[in-house]
Every structure is written in C-alpha cells, then in structure tokens.
C-alpha cells in the first residue's frame, strides 16, 4: 500500500493533504490496487460544506453572467474531450469494463458539458400573463450548495451529467464519487480549474458511503441532493433530507424489459437481446434483465441466444477483443451467485452461464448467464446489476404488456418490432419513465433520464435536470393598482 499513489480529495481548488484513513481502489479484472484515496471524516465534510456555502454566497460563480458559465464549461468540454485517452485507460482499470466500450461511451462525454454550457446561455425566463396592469417576471436562480452521489458503474458519464447541470444553473457542486471506482472523477478537478472554474465552486470528496456519504447527506446546509444508488442508499439518506427540507433527485435502478415481437427477425432479435442485457457486464441501471419473448418466435429465438450469448468473449478488459469483462467486486459476483440460486431453486432453467469465473486464478468476472424463468421469481422481479438474465416466454402482446408492467421499478423499457402500430400502442402502455423503440441504453444530454415507481424521483439530462437545480424568483410590478382597500369609499380596490 505505500508504493501506491494516493489520490487526495479535491477541495477549494487543489488536492489536499492525505486523511489518515485511506481506502484502495482494485482493479476487478486483475484484483491489483491501482491506488488509495482519502476517507474523509464528518468534521472535515462540515468543513469543506462551510467553505462551500460562502464561495456559494461570497464567490464570483453564483452571481456569474450566463456567457460567463457557458465559456468555462465550453472550455472544460474541450479539454476533457483532448483528453479521452487517458481516461478510457482509467476507467477500463477501475470499473473492469472492456475497452471498447469506455471509448464509444466517453467519447460523448464532452457533450453533456457542451448542452448544459448552451442551456445556460440561451435559457429564458418568463414573463406571466398577469391579471390587471401588473407585470410579473419569473427567473431562476441557483439553489446553494448541492451534494451528489455518484456510482462505480458509469463513473465519468454520470458524474459529468449531474455536475454540468449544476455549474450550468451557478450551485457550488460536492461530489462524492463512488469509492469502488473514483478515480476519473477525482481528475475532473483540475481539469475544470484549467477552464477557469473558480476555486472551490467544484468539491470532490471521497470515502465510504456508509460513512463519508451519510455524513454529507446529513448536513443540514445543503439546498440539494442528487444520488444515482439503490434503494436501500435512497431510503438510509431521505430521513435527514426530509427533516432539513432537502430536496433529493434519485435514480434508484430499474429491470428493464426487453419486449420482442413476432414481426422481428429472429436474428436481430437475438441482437437487441444481447446488446440490452450484457453491455458494461449487467451493471446498468436499465440493462435489459427481463427477456420477454413472444410464442411465435421463442423457440427459433432461445435456440440462437445460446449460441450467441456462449459465443460472447469474455477476458481481459484492456483486450480490444474482449465484450464482456469483469464485475465491479467479488461481493458482485457473490450477488451473481445468488440470484442464480435462487432462480434455480424456484424452478428456472439454466439456458448457459451461471457461475462465477476468472482470468488465471485472478478477477471478479461472472459467465453471461440467460435463465429460463417466471414472471414472480426473484430474479424477474429484482435488480441483479450483473449479467444475470430473466427469460420468459409470453402467449401474446398483452401477457408481455402485462409482464413488462409487473415490478415495482420502471425505469427504461424497450419494445422491438416491425409492426408500427404496434410499436406506439405497446410503447404507450408501458409504465417506464423511458421507452425505447427498436433500440436500447441510447441516451442524450437534451434526453431526460429517470423513472417511475421504485426507480426514483426526478429527472437527469436535458431542460428538466438544469431546471431542478434552480429556484424560481417571482417578481411582481404594480403599475396601476392603487393600495386603497381600506378608504372609506375605496374605488377599484383589489384584493389578491
């Protein structure tokens, strides 16, 4: 561990000296330590939240021009975007993922900071259509100081979406990124200080969640939080938020269904199968892991699955080669293990896959498994977040409809078929906060991305993300209504 680099928080415009607590950060594909990074302690959370809130109320980033916002993003999306390299290097090390996804995936990155820099500079407010000669402006203003909490499994995109949106509308931004996987996130710092974001208005803070998290989440100071997790984090933080009236965004995951028509080829079927359920190893929040098949095509459909999913290269992820690399951690693979159990117990058949592997001896990698099941088993009805996928034949539009809409997450969902009338009608029942139709994960920074019943509250991307982190003002100019109620014979007297 003392050969290690260590990585220190990022705090007020420079890395700080190490906490005398320090976790490592492995890389899952090999199990070797990359690097350690900083424990931060409550007493320095409340500190670095004070510093926070006057930089919010006495620094120059808050009252800010919008032109001044979207040159410093702008100028930051340049930078990341010279940059990519070297992080597809860092992030294929600490999350496991093959290389080949990490550089189609960051390579869009920079755009999440151009939209929300252009957002800044081009949205407007209102004014209303006020009763009587009376003009009444709305504006935004920023909120405060926001906390977000971000995941292992998309470290730089999803870091970089919450954060855009949050310079973009003036809030001074604490992130504490996940300790799994931090390391990209924590090299955002410096990059935005070479934008010209001033000191201290960017916070990246590391630690447990269990303990640096909840320890943030807990200050009452913050007008803001943001957290991507599960609902055990969502439910452990809302108490407090509630009690200091702490507004919280959260997108808890999803089990997103697959529904696959009989007006598909097979053959792309198999595709749209493969592409939804496997990308990133599972580990998404809308990682297509419910199959829903119909009759007509379920038999012609499994038999090629197998093929194709048995076929799937897993290895080393820095391999141009490999498509399937490791999970983030061995309890990962424990919860793989698991969830395989269960299903087999509850009378699933194993189509292929189903147990943990590794690269010589060394790895959390777990086999692309497909597993034949029903529509109440555990493993239909909860999120895996690993390569662990529900198969289920249906007898027609409205069983897979019916299915689909059977969990308590609803998150994303995607409907494949020929039949454009099909399409919109199926689409239009599904209970999800986003459908794709004939495709699967595509995202965009104009796109609003969250979901409905137990996969959380709010939206991030596109207007409604960069509305979220603003309050609005409501000013009102009386031009015309005297202030005469309480004359003896008042005229025109108006009251609300």
Not at 18 to 44: F, H, K
Not at 346 to 369: A, H, Q, S, V
Not at 385 to 411: M, Q, R, Y
Not at 478 to 489: A, C, L, R, S
Request: hydrophobic fraction near 40%; glycine fraction near 8%.
């Amino acid at each position: 561990m003392a050969d290690l680099p260590h990585v220190s928080n990022w705090v007020n415009g420079a890395y700080t000296s190490p906490t005398t607590e320090r976790i490592p950060v492995i890389n899952p594909a090999n199990e070797a330590p990359i690097a350690t990074i900083d424990a931060t302690p409550r007493e320095t959370v409340d500190n670095i939240i004070s510093d926070s809130l006057l930089t919010f109320r006495d620094g120059p980033w808050s009252q800010a021009d919008a032109s001044d916002r979207f040159a410093v993003l702008s100028k930051a999306a340049v930078l990341l975007r010279s940059r990519i390299p070297e992080f597809v290097e860092l992030e294929t090390r600490q999350t496991g993922r093959p290389v080949r996804e990490m550089r189609a995936q960051l390579a869009r990155v920079p755009e999440w900071l151009e939209y929300f820099a252009s957002l800044a500079r081009v949205h407007e407010g209102r004014v209303t259509p006020f009763k009587g000669p009376v003009v009444n402006t709305l504006t935004r203003l920023p909120l405060g100081v926001v906390a977000q909490i971000t995941p292992y499994n998309h470290p730089l995109l999803i870091a970089t979406k919450k954060i855009g949106a949050a310079l973009a509308a003036g809030n001074v931004v604490i992130v504490k990124p996940s300790e799994l996987a931090p390391l990209s996130v924590l090299r955002l710092g410096p990059l935005f200080k070479e934008a010209g974001l001033p000191d201290g208005v960017l916070q990246i803070i590391c630690g447990y969640g269990r303990e640096t998290g909840k320890f943030l989440c807990e200050n009452s100071h913050l007008a803001k939080i943001d957290l991507t997790g599960g609902l055990a984090t969502y439910k452990a933080i809302a108490p407090s938020a509630a009690e200091n009236m702490i507004p919280i965004t959260a997108e808890l995951g999803g089990k997103a269904p697959v529904c696959l028509f009989p007006s598909l080829d097979v053959e792309q079927a198999v595709k749209a199968a493969l592409f939804a359920s496997f990308i990133a190893s599972g580990q998404t929040c809308v990682t297509g892991s419910r199959l829903l098949v119909h009759a007509d095509i379920y038999d012609r459909f499994v038999n090629l699955l197998e093929r194709r999913v048995k076929a799937l290269r897993l290895g080393d992820p820095t391999n141009d080669r490999t498509q399937i690399g490791a999970v983030i951690s061995k309890a990962a693979v424990e919860r793989c293990s698991a969830f395989v159990a269960r299903a087999v117990k509850e009378g699933g058949r194993i189509i292929c896959g189903g147990n943990p592997t590794n690269l010589d001896g060394k790895g959390f990698f777990f086999e692309p498994t497909i597993i034949e099941t029903h529509p109440d088993s555990d493993l239909s009805c909860n999120e895996v977040f690993g390569p662990v996928i529900a198969l289920l034949k249906c007898e027609s539009e409205d069983h897979i409809i019916s299915i689909a809409n059977g969990t308590s997450f609803a998150l994303g969902a995607s409907v494949w078929t020929n039949d454009f009338n099909q399409a919109h009608r199926v689409a239009a029942k599904m209970e999800a906060g986003i459908v794709w139709i004939n495709g699967h994960h595509l995202n965009d920074p104009s796109s609003p991305w969250g979901g409905f019943k137990e996969s959380g509250v709010g939206k991030e991307n596109g207007q409604e993300a960069y509305e979220s982190y603003t309050k609005v003002k409501s000013t009102v100019i009386n031009h015309g209504v005297p202030p005469n109620w309480f004359d003896d014979e008042p005229e025109k007297a108006r009251y609300g």
